[in-house]
């Protein structure tokens, strides 16, 4: 099993968020260690990705401008290395005073970062006012600061109700009839992963374990490189696999079996590789139904974590931040 060339690729900084929206598939919180990626590992990720010929990135959490002057010596040792940032996600938490988001949108122009990914959707309204998005696209606009406001089309559906305050989601299952919360995950085409598998569960019908297990052939995905990710411990995380890290002094060699065997379980046979590597270690799924392999799959991971950890499995705050039991 062997990490190929990289195709798209996204710096995790933090984990810690100052929201917890219910489809976050890396289960992102305010309950998270408040750890931030150092300029040292940021040194070797860029290092790293030059030596893999990458040539830009974009920056996620987490929230990354948690720690603004961290995320900007991170921009700016980008830069040194040649890097570009192709944008930075937020959740537009931070603006608060215009003088101040201002000032360190320049900072962040001048470190060569022109685009800002704004998350807008009902799901991050519950935490956070729209007027908040609208506000700091406003001023991305004013100073030449490009915008990508994802996914782009919820903003008319929070238009509706008063904007400068977050609403739960039921208010628009109320303003619009029906389980809005459901059709929006739906329409969003969420990744069934940490927190979103609770909200997936709801808008998705579920299937036996043993069926998901018999229709999924190997993980493959675990060796693609779309919108793969060098997170804040040195870890890669595959695309769309929440829970399986590998350390990135591996990444460029074949991974030893030894070292990650549930990764290989996972890559060779999928889910039913990886259910028969956990029953050796008692595991028994916790639930009749999943909505899919990833859902089934990240109840693997939790319980090899706590019963059976190896180095290819984190962190626990995945899980202990998921509400995975609810719903
Ligand atoms: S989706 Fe984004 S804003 Fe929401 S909890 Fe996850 S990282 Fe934070
Ligand atoms: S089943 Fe597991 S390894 Fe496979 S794609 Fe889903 S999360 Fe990744």
Known sequence: M??????????????????????????????????YMSVETAGRVFSWMKSRRVRSCHIGGGEPFLRPEALLSICSLAKEHGIGIEYIETNASWHILEEKTVSLLRQLLKVGVDCLLISVDPFHNEFIPYSKQKELIRLCRKEGMGTFIWPGNFGGDLELL???????????????????????????????????????????????????????????????TGHCH??????????????????????????DREKYPALYAAYERGPAGLWDYAK????????????NRCDLCFDLKRFLLQNHPTADIGYPSYFSQSDYERG
């Open 2 to 35: 062997k990490i190929g060339p990289i195709h798209s690729m996204g710096v995790i900084v933090n984990y810690k968020c100052s929201a917890k929206c219910r489809h976050c598939c890396y289960s992102s919180s305010p309950g998270w260690p408040g750890d």
């Open 162 to 224: 008063d904007t400068s305050v977050p609403h739960p989601i039921k208010e628009f299952d109320a303003l619009f009839g029906g389980d809005y919360q459901s059709d929006a995950a739906r329409s969003y085409g969420l990744n069934c992963n940490g927190r979103a598998i609770s909200l997936c569960r709801g808008a998705y019908v579920q299937k036996r374990p043993g069926d998901i297990a018999g229709e999924n052939g190997p993980c493959t995905c675990l060796t693609s």
């Open 230 to 255: 060098l997170d804040l411990y040195e870890n890669y995380i595959p695309p769309v696999c929440t829970g399986f890290t590998i350390a990135l002094a591996d990444v460029d060699g074949v991974l």
């Open 280 to 291: 050796g270690f008692g595991f028994t799924p916790s639930r009749e139904r999943y909505v």
